[in-house]
């Protein structure tokens, strides 16, 4: 034990202990975002009242929801949750001050003072310490008040002692205007003191609210949260003693959508609260109701629209009106409630209902309210009526963004002018919630839901077959799911039948809110030991009829003579590994890839059957054979492993692609001063979105604080983020990378092949150095797989690493290219085996590579290479180096070497990439540009497109400090990428002072700001916009900006499909607007002012 604690204090003192997160946006509470709100007091008080409010996290928000409306000097103490005083994990752990000794030291210091009252919100009392329930008690016992807090039912502290004296409480609390009439108040006397229970009894979530209700969304959400943290304020007051009737009271009128109606002459009929506030600081609501002429009107809409299509309803009244009157139509969006559409119509007296189609119409946001407003002779509004449609949209954009989870029901106005309207993350991952009702809140908050549907985990179970997760399931499914444990095969009809009813339950009522893709599972995988429960051999035995065509093609593959399938065996991978078995080793493990793509295949299906056009996939999960898995899906996430991201770059250009990272504290990334993850995987072209993960305040990953600001170390992001968002990320995306004919050849049963002998070379071995030069080199390549031979026609050298197991297809494929002219490059061992692991008796490419076999073929040595400008110290070879061989028009060469080896232990350094660019220089596939003086580490990427070139270059945020030069092998125009114009040069200095990517289009003409025209511009129309022609490739970001200078609209685009489409909401002030085009690529732009009437 000596020994090891002086080697830890060694460690210590060479390697420094790692800064702890700031844990400010989990444990401190600031009034800075102010959402909007009423005042109830009329002047400030000289001393306001001093609480001690003790919270979980996820509900602290709703302490500044009260202290906006009644400001107090309130001292927060936040808890991780309502049963868990603090949270110890590894994540938690990267934070300052949240251990449980750190939170106990902070508990014991903030009850040394002196409270006015205090308040337990949504937590269990006795999560405490015993020693600071003991001080709060004693505090209480002594004359002070504790309010305790509940959203589902009164919940009593665990001492009965505690409740022997009930007490009424007052009338202005019992009568106040409250969101519900199921709110339970029970009061106790203790010594001098009271404790006072509270329940919403309006629900729960586990990351939400502390005090104030769950209360579903709305457009009348605001007044009921308004009544609510009113209600809350003045309980405040009564606990600290203060008097609670209005003196002197001024008089608010509010209606149900929390609109101030004071100066309303006449109200029409409805709902009213009253609010009366004194000039004591005392205050109180009550409720009224307005008798409307015509009783209750029922508005009858269809509650999804098509934007593109006229909009009918009709309002029916239930007392006829006796008077003429004006129905004026309206449709406003939620949440922000702009006017789009305007319409009067004439109703006549003793009409029954009024009919109505909005035409024309412009509808911004997922969702909306038609409104009508029925006006008499006299000019008085005389009722109002509104009901909710919903516009589903499931586009995706080019650069979607997305958070983990984010706006709640009950909290979710508050936090999406933040996450949506600000930061622009507007799809939401979440589990559907009962009916799809979290779905639908989403939709009213404008955000599209991305639901997580299902996991997919194929694990083994006891008897060898396939065991799945069903934990997120009603008691229905995981009974019939009992039925089936352990022996799960996605073939079985009953297995099916399970996975369609889990579908049928989780797509309820999903589709109407326009889901933009259905996601499969994150973190999906399954085991090759698996598949071998009761039902798999006749299963498996059908998938070798389907593998093989035919008893006797599979008998030439695997040296047998059996009759019929029916005959086969269904080895262990052990058995078939150690008796040298290597197609049945190989058979069974295609098997558990075919289950497993086949099981996200029939699910994709079976989601199709509620959403015929839905698009649906799996992300951050095991791939089995990449190709075959997201084959038919159209959404597959990177899984952050080097070779695989590039070949879902290559090979899954159209899918949709994202990968987690944002708040991980410390992987993933981390959270370092800029942004790389995001920044490196847009450069690299490995996804075409930004997913955040997390978003829910109060969780230890989240970008906002629990008073719902933006975190601290999420703002340094800022500027990158918006950068991205803003068109950055779209040029990244839509340009292609540089293809000047290198193509790597990927097969994956020579990537199976490796684990069963030395002689079958990974082809990782080989293809990670080639892709690690091309980052530091800026070459581009593409992959070639046996689904992509086509793309041999456009290859000009072709590198085959690793390449021990190829069909006849492929070879054939391989030797026509050489033959017409083409150029590959093997490493070791090539083509020993076929496509089913059989071991070749003759190379079926011998006239490329010599008849190297499974039986002749050497062992690697390690041997020092020495290579024209290229030597390596330590490098495992099987034969001579290099060896060049004519066939038909074209070159083979075989390299009998590693290349990991070599550029692993290449001297001097950087020659192992010189030897590459030579190569391609010589078979006519060299780099466009020369990137130069670059790090191990530093990623270059090129793209082209019609008339511009993009340069990428990124270096880690340890190396920012060191520029890197890119000659340009000729005279361009250069631009920043949204930035400026840098002048004509034949070189590129690049300094990383602000990011660590940075991106410049390079021109063969001067290019000038982008010319567009407006006209129409009126509040309630359509706004024309005369854009210049697209050309491939160039991205503009057009601005619209309101007369107070705020921008109101902002659309990137590059092509007619997504072009513009703007429009002036009546609600909207009239005076001197303008617009902004900017062109991406270069940064000009383009302003145009115009007038609003």
Not at 18 to 29: I, Q
Not at 92 to 103: P, V
Not at 600 to 607: K, N, P, V, Y
Not at 735 to 756: C, Q, R
Request: with cysteine.
């Amino acid at each position: 034990m000596k020994h090891l604690t002086s080697i830890l204090l060694a460690a210590a003192v060479c390697f420094p202990l790692a800064a702890k997160h700031d844990s400010a946006y989990l444990n401190k509470v600031s009034n800075d975002y102010v959402t909007p709100h009423y005042k109830f007091l009329n002047k400030p008080e000289e001393k306001p009242l001093k609480p001690l409010f003790i919270l979980m996290r996820s509900g602290a928000r709703d302490g500044v929801e009260i202290n906006q409306r009644m400001p107090m000097d309130i001292t927060y103490f936040m808890v991780e949750g309502t049963y868990r005083f603090a949270l110890e994990d590894m994540y938690e752990s990267t934070h300052e001050g949240l251990s449980a000794y750190e939170k106990e030291r902070e508990l014991s210091k903030v009850l040394a003072d002196d409270y006015d009252f205090f308040v337990i919100g949504q937590l269990k009392f006795n999560i405490l310490p015993e020693a600071g329930q003991y001080q709060i008690l004693k505090a209480v016992q002594n004359g002070k008040t504790m309010i305790v807090v509940n959203m589902q039912g009164l919940t009593k502290l665990p001492y009965k002692k505690l409740y022997l004296k009930p007490t009424q409480l007052p009338k202005e609390l019992r009568s106040f205007a409250k969101p519900n009439r199921r709110v339970l108040m029970q009061a106790y006397q203790l010594g001098k003191g009271k404790i006072i229970h509270v329940a919403w009894n309006m629900g729960r979530g586990p990351f939400d609210r502390s005090l104030l209700p769950m209360l579903p969304y709305s457009n009348k959400w605001k007044a009921q949260n308004e009544n609510a943290a009113a209600f809350f304020a003045l309980l405040c007051r009564y606990a600290a003693g203060k008097d609670l009737k209005p003196s002197n009271p001024k008089i608010r009128i509010r209606d149900v959508w929390n609109k101030d109606v004071t100066n309303m002459k006449n109200l029409p009929g409805g709902t009213y609260y009253r609010d009366i506030i004194g000039d004591n600081g005392a205050f109180f609501i009550d409720t009224f109701k307005k008798t409307s002429p015509v009783g209750r009107i029922t508005i009858n809409l269809p509650e999804t629209a098509d934007k593109s299509k006229p909009l009918s309803g009709s309002a029916q009244f239930e007392i006829v009106p006796k008077e003429n009157m004006t129905a004026t139509v309206e449709l406003y969006d939620s949440p922000h409630a702009r006017i789009w559409y305007r319409e009067k119509i004439k109703v006549p007296a003793g009409a029954e209902k009024v009919d109505f189609t909005l035409k024309n119409y412009y509808m911004p946001n997922i969702a909306g309210y038609v409104r009508l407003t029925f006006t008499g002779a006299d000019g008085s509004q005389k009722a109002i009526a509104d009901q909710v449609v919903f516009f589903p949209d499931d586009s995706v954009e080019d650069y979607f963004q997305m958070g983990w989870n984010g706006p709640s029901d009950s909290t979710g106005e508050l936090l999406a002018p933040q996450m949506t309207d600000r930061m622009g993350w507007n799809l939401v991952l979440a589990h559907p919630t009962d009916q799809g009702n979290n779905a639908r809140s989403f939709a009213l908050l404008n955000s599209k839901m991305v639901p997580y549907v299902v996991r997919i985990t194929h694990l083994k179970g006891p008897d060898g077959g396939i065991k799945g997760l069903w934990a997120w399931y009603p008691n229905e499914i995981k009974a019939m799911a009992k039925q089936i444990e352990g022996d799960e095969s996605i073939y079985r009809p009953e297995v099916r039948n399970v996975w369609k009813e889990v579908i049928k339950f989780r797509m309820q009522n999903l589709p109407k809110y326009g889901i933009p893709f259905y996601n499969l599972g994150d973190e999906n995988g399954f085991s090759y030991e698996a598949g071998y429960g009761k039902s798999d051999l006749k299963y498996f035995r059908i998938f070798l009829a389907e593998r093989y065509g035919n008893i006797k093609h599979y008998n030439y593959n695997h040296g047998t003579s059996y009759k019929s399938f029916d005959e086969v065996p269904h080895l262990t991978l052990a058995d078939a590994k150690n008796s040298r078995k290597f197609a049945a080793w190989r058979d069974h493990r295609a098997y558990m890839e075919k289950v497993y793509a086949d099981t996200h295949s029939f699910l994709r299906d079976e989601i199709r059957k509620y959403d015929p056009t839905a698009k649906v996939g799996a992300e951050g999960s095991v791939p089995g054979e990449l190709e075959l898995t997201m084959g038919p899906l159209e959404f597959w996430g990177p899984y952050s492993e080097l070779i695989g991201d590039e070949l879902l770059r290559s090979l899954g250009r159209e899918k949709i692609r994202s990968l987690w990272w944002g708040g991980y504290p410390g992987s993933h990334g981390g959270r370092p001063k800029y942004v790389g993850p995001l920044n490196k995987d847009l450069l690299l072209g490995s996804v075409n979105g930004n997913a955040w993960f997390a978003c829910f305040p109060g969780y230890n990953h989240s970008s906002f604080g629990i008073d719902f600001t933006i975190a601290k170390y999420v703002r340094n992001y800022m500027p990158e983020l918006d950068r991205l968002k803003d068109g950055v990320a779209q040029l990244l995306i839509r340009n292609p990378m540089e293809n000047t004919g290198n193509a790597i050849f990927w097969s994956h049963a020579s990537s199976e092949a490796t684990y069963l002998d030395k002689k079958f070379h990974a082809p990782q071995d080989g293809i990670a150095p080639l892709i690690y030069a091309a980052y530091r080199t800026g070459y581009g390549f593409e992959f070639v797989t046996e689904q992509t031979l086509d793309r041999l026609k456009n290859t000009k050298l072709l590198f085959l690493c690793g390449a021990s197991a190829l069909s006849q297809k492929e070879c054939n494929a391989i030797l026509n290219y050489v033959k017409n002219g083409g150029t590959v490059i093997a490493d070791i061992n090539p083509a020993l085996l076929n496509e089913k692991l059989r071991v070749n008796e003759k190379n079926p490419l011998q006239a490329l590579f010599g008849n190297i076999t499974e039986k002749n073929a050497k062992a690697a040595e390690f041997k020092p290479l020495n290579l024209p400008g290229f030597k390596a110290a330590r490098v495992p070879q099987t034969g001579k180096p290099f060896i060049v061989r004519k066939y038909g028009k074209g070159t083979a060469i075989l390299c009998n070497f590693s290349l990991a080896s070599a550029a692993n232990t290449a001297t001097p350094t950087g020659s192992f990439d010189k030897w590459l660019l030579s190569l391609m220089k010589q078979y006519g596939s060299a780099p466009t540009f020369t990137i130069r003086n670059v790090e191990d580490t530093t990623m270059a990427r090129v793209r082209h497109n019609d008339d511009f070139s993009l340069i990428g270059v990124m270096q880690q945020i340890q190396h920012m400090n060191k520029p890197v030069d890119v000659d340009l092998n000729g005279t361009y125009y250069v631009y920043e990428a949204d930035g400026k114009y840098l002048g004509r040069k034949n070189k590129l200095h690049i300094e990383f002072k602000n990011s660590p990517l940075q991106l410049f289009s390079v021109f063969k003409k001067p290019q000038t700001a982008p010319f567009f025209s407006v006209a129409n511009a009126a509040r309630g129309k359509r706004v024309k916009i005369t854009l210049p022609t697209m050309k491939n490739g160039r991205v503009y970001r057009l601005e619209m900006m309101n007369a107070d200078g705020k921008e109101v609209y902002q659309a990137v685009f590059d092509r007619k499909e997504i072009a513009p489409d703007c429009a002036i909401a009546y609600t909207e002030k009239p005076g001197k607007w303008s617009m902004k085009l900017t062109d991406i690529a270069t940064g000009l732009s383009t302003t145009k002012t115009f007038e609003v009437k």
